[in-house]
């Protein structure tokens, strides 16, 4: 009798060997994200540290059990219409899980009305002006309070209350500029010049002439990508005739080999990572970056909220233990990575509280000046 | 091995049956997906027919001289919803303009440079051209026609007739007249592939052009003007249908549209052969079917109002009205609707069902073993048993057997049976006894002591010659007893010699009863000296026997014994004769003694 049953009980295993022999499908995420134009450093960053992170997820047995990720790559050139082609390519026709970028704010509204319609969670990894909320989108973002607050007194403190606003001409510099006049008045101080431009302008010497005739001491710069480059390099060239402290917004460790040191000496900025700063997480993140792709590869933060996000992506899948995605949605919501003072945690609003550190460029190296500790901006939903 | 064939054949049968339910169920998705898809892309394309008719008449709108085409093209596209962008062009076919629509497609469409670009295709154009100069050609003898249908409408109309048959034809003619009098019946075409890029566009790919020539107020022409058809819109179309079988559990699906004349795919595909789709024509797949060239399941159906979209109402009033078979607009070949699902999922549907039916099949076999084996353990063994253990009773050879007590229906039986056998054996021991025994003394009767004396004889002769001895007693003066002490006494006193001359045997050797007081014995091995001695002892032991226990202390009996060798060749009975002659001898010679 016994052995009846022990036979009856290995015939009962087989279908489970069976499943477990075939091969999962991937679970593929849609990329989007601007491998040329202006914004293309953020892009190519950021897509390395999604590919890093599924590549790791992938030798450590994929997700749920076996699913290894998978990425489906398209460059939307910074163009919101090719942001919204994408999404609706990788959707509709490649049937991904979830879309992850773009750079630009208008990209990523143009991107999230697609997601939002199709019900598909985006994973949002830069810096934007805030309020942008919607069940399906995940902003791993630094938005205005997370450093415009904290670093207007610290300009002003050191360097004066008189500041000049440069950005580009779209909603991001807008609204960050708003932001800027609001913290400026609040310590006193005065905006003597606010200016935004076109993108891809040659030449803004006209630019540093209003800057020099404005008198501010703080230059606060919205102007990241490939135009930052150029105009920090320009910069260097022009005699103000006086100290002139610039803050360069979105500033990162790609900027030290786009832009000679002495025109990038002395410049602040102020990320939520920042490759130098000497924690185990930080320091392990840029060891295994460097592997991945050599040492001599910048690691930045876009890099690191793209494979945060991919890492974020397959604990909310794994909470949710199925590959629904509306499951998968709902439990992005109070996800945490890392630990101690490099927390990240995402928020009910579907933002970050995320630790902040001012750095400044020097002799070839970003090295952080001061950590401004976690920054907890207020809820990112409309009416709340 | 029938029972392992009879469950294959029916797991086969049942495989097959499933299998058929899968392709059915196939069958009957694709089948609603492509229907409803025909339907709704009908419908989709009509409306944005009549949409263009819309925009054709706000175009060639005469009565605001100072609106320029541009303006007249943003006014335009604002009564539809199913356009992206309306481009103007001269009559070289180089872009002067572009207008936008609203909709919430173009929301982020940045507006792009393309002034002095031909984004109309060679064909296009010439077609534009082709029909704009027939049209301009055959104007007076259209606007003639007009003026003669709405004379006869007048006329019917003066004498009352305006519900006849013939009043409301003409009515439709001067309809029909109405449209291509404004201006030339519109060119439908596919855009280049990359003009969406060039123009911003949400969407790759080629669209829908519905083009016109832009018309001064005397028919003069002035440019074209072509409407692009919003593909995002024809795209979600498609992916519903799409979510629709993703619904019923379908991965690996492709919906697309393709053009007929060119094989060109307007929608990009995933899973279905796209190769194969560039080879010549696709067939139409009107019911699903399989598709080895194609890789899967296909159900494809035309499109009619693609075909139809350029109008083919033609005016026909009479032979001299007739309008030039090259005003007729050229067949268009149409787009067709493509639902393909993979046939990786039919396969790893069935792969499954196959493996499932082999287990269970598996599992019945092993089921069916272990009950067989069950039911042999348990039942038709014991049955097999019992029935050897009535076969053996039967042949008088009943040997107890070693069933396993059990409680149900086969234990009671062989519980009964086994009572039944005991009982059996127990009167046939009780038979034998009766058939056997002396009822008195409960020594061998005269017939079982012949019987035996026969059986030994035989045996002697077979072991090569044992020797037998025979020994008849006598009880001397056993009449005496009987008179003196009564005949119970007698019984007694035959009793107690019995068991008296027992005890002096081995067990070997035989006792019986052959007369009243008459006894004879057999001793087995023994040659007459030993008899001798034997008979001695037991003459001795009687004539040594009290009978206290009776209360007869004064009780004394004798025996007198004769003895004789029973030779090899001789019978019992002469043997016994011979023995009998020696006891009478003693009897002569006074009694309690031996003689041989």
Redesign the interface.
């Given at each position: 009798m016994s052995l009846?049953l022990k036979?009856?009980a290995v015939?009962l295993c087989?279908?489970l060997l069976?499943s477990c022999s075939s091969d999962k499908?991937p679970i593929r995420v849609g990329v989007v994200l601007p491998l040329s134009g202006a914004f293309q450093i953020y892009g190519e960053q950021g897509l390395k540290g999604a590919q890093l992170a599924v590549e790791k997820i992938n030798a450590e047995g994929g997700v749920l059990g076996g699913y290894p990720l998978e990425l489906v790559v398209r460059d939307n050139e910074t163009?919101?219409?090719e942001?919204?082609?994408y999404s609706?390519?990788l959707?509709?026709?490649?049937?991904v899980f979830a879309l992850l970028g773009p750079v630009s704010s208008?990209?990523r509204?143009?991107m999230s009305?697609v997601a939002a319609q199709?019900k598909v969670p985006q994973l949002y990894g830069i810096d934007y002006e805030g309020e942008h909320y919607n069940r399906y989108l995940i902003c791993y973002s630094t938005i205005p309070e997370h450093y415009v607050s904290p670093i207007i007194p610290y300009l002003n403190d050191n360097y004066g209350g008189s500041f000049y606003i440069f950005g580009y001409d779209y909603i991001w510099p807008h609204k960050m500029s708003d932001r800027i006049l609001s913290e400026v008045e609040k310590v006193g101080g005065v905006v003597s010049g606010i200016e935004f431009t076109p993108f891809a302008v040659k030449d803004y010497t006209p630019v540093f002439q209003r800057i020099e005739a404005s008198g501010a001491r703080n230059l606060l710069l919205i102007l990241p990508g490939n135009d930052g480059f150029n105009f920090l390099t320009q910069m260097s060239k022009f005699s103000f005739g006086r100290p002139l402290t610039t803050f360069a917004f979105a500033a990162d460790e790609s900027y030290l080999k786009a832009v000679p040191s002495e025109a990038l000496d002395g410049v602040y900025t102020a990320l939520h990572f920042i490759s130098s700063w000497q924690s185990p997480a930080f320091q392990r993140f840029v060891a295994l970056y460097q592997e991945r792709f050599g040492e001599q590869v910048s690691v930045t933060y876009s890099s690191k909220s793209h494979y945060d996000l991919i890492y974020l992506l397959k604990a909310a899948i794994e909470k949710a233990g199925s590959l629904d995605r509306e499951q998968a949605a709902s439990a992005l919501q109070g996800l945490k990575l890392y630990s101690g003072q490099e927390t990240v945690a995402l928020r009910e609003d579907h933002h970050f509280d995320l630790p902040m550190f001012l750095g400044q460029f020097n002799q070839k190296s970003l090295n952080v000046i001061k950590p401004l500790g976690t920054i907890r901006p207020s809820d990112q939903r409309v009416g709340h | 091995m029938p029972l392992i064939v009879a469950i294959l054949v029916l797991a086969h049968g049942y495989y097959k049956a499933h299998e058929r339910l899968i392709i059915d169920h196939f069958k009957q998705s694709l089948l609603l997906a492509v229907s409803v898809g025909e339907r709704e892309l009908n419908y989709f394309i009509d409306t944005r027919d009549r949409e263009f008719k819309q925009i054709s008449a706000a175009m060639s709108r005469c009565d605001r001289v100072e609106e320029s085409a541009s303006e007249r093209a943003l006014w335009a596209l604002r009564y539809t919803s199913g356009f992206s962008a309306m481009i103007l062009s001269d009559t070289q076919g180089r872009t002067t303009h572009v207008e936008l629509s609203s909709n919430s497609s173009n929301r982020f469409v940045l507006r792009q440079e393309v002034e002095g670009e031909r984004l109309l295709s060679a064909d296009s154009l010439a077609e534009l051209r082709y029909r704009y100069d027939e049209w301009y050609r055959y104007l007076p003898q259209l606007k003639a026609s007009e003026q003669q249908k709405l004379s006869e409408l007048n006329a019917m109309a003066s004498r009352g007739e305006v519900n006849s048959h013939r009043f409301r034809m003409a009515q439709q003619q001067l309809f029909d007249m109405k449209e291509v009098l404004n201006s030339p019946y519109p060119v439908i075409s596919l855009s280049e592939a990359d003009n969406a890029k060039k123009l911003g566009l949400p969407f790759s790919g080629s669209t829908l052009l519905f083009s016109k020539p832009i018309l001064g107020c005397n028919a003069e022409l002035l440019g074209y003007y072509t409407a692009y058809l919003d593909k995002t819109q024809l795209e979600d179309l498609l992916f519903i249908t799409k979510q629709n079988l993703h619904s019923n559990g379908f991965a690996e699906i492709d919906v697309t549209l393709i053009d007929n004349g060119t094989g060109q795919l307007l929608i990009p595909v995933r899973w279905i052969a796209e190769e194969q789709m560039k080879v010549g024509v696709m067939q139409e797949f009107y019911l699903p079917a399989l598709s080895m060239k194609y890789g899967g399941m296909v159900a494809s159906r035309l499109i009619e109002r693609s075909q139809q979209i350029t109008p083919v109402s033609h005016l026909h009033l009479d032979d001299d009205h007739r309008i030039d078979e090259a005003l007729w607009p050229k067949p268009k070949p149409g787009v067709q609707l493509v639902v393909f699902i993979s046939k990786k999922e039919l396969k790893d549907l069935c792969d499954w069902l196959l493996v499932k039916v082999l287990l269970w099949s598996l599992l019945l076999v092993v089921i069916s073993f272990g009950l067989i084996l069950y039911l042999s353990n348990h039942i038709a063994s014991p049955i097999v048993a019992l029935r050897k253990q009535t076969a053996l009773l039967a042949a008088g050879e009943y040997q107890e057997s070693d069933f396993k007590a059990r409680t149900d229906e086969i234990g009671e039986l062989f519980q009964t049976f086994e009572e039944m056998a005991i009982s059996i054996k127990s009167k046939e021991r009780q038979l034998t006894a009766l058939a056997t025994q002396d009822f008195l003394t409960g020594v061998m009767n005269r017939r079982a002591f012949f019987s035996t004396a026969f059986e030994e004889h035989q045996r002697a002769i077979r072991e090569g010659g044992t020797d037998i001895t025979i020994l008849m007693v006598d009880l001397d003066h056993f009449k005496q007893v009987n008179d003196q002490f009564g005949h119970k006494v007698g019984d007694q006193a035959l009793v107690k010699l019995c068991r008296s001359i027992e005890m002096l045997l081995r067990v070997e050797d035989k006792l019986g009863r052959i007369g009243g007081e008459e006894f004879a014995l057999l001793l087995i091995d023994s040659n007459e000296a030993q008899a001798i001695d034997i008979a001695e002892r037991i003459r001795s032991s009687v004539e040594a026997m009290a009978f206290d226990e009776i209360g007869l202390p004064e009780l004394q009996i004798t025996i007198s014994i004769g003895v004789s060798q029973w030779l090899h060749d001789e019978s019992f009975e002469t043997a016994l004769s011979r023995a009998d002659e020696k006891l009478y001898m003693a009897k002569q010679a006074g009694r309690n003694r031996v003689e041989s």
């Open positions: 009846f036979l009856f015939l087989l279908p069976l499908p163009i919101p219409a942001a919204v082609r609706r390519e959707i509709q026709i490649e049937n208008s990209a509204y143009a009305e199709h | -």
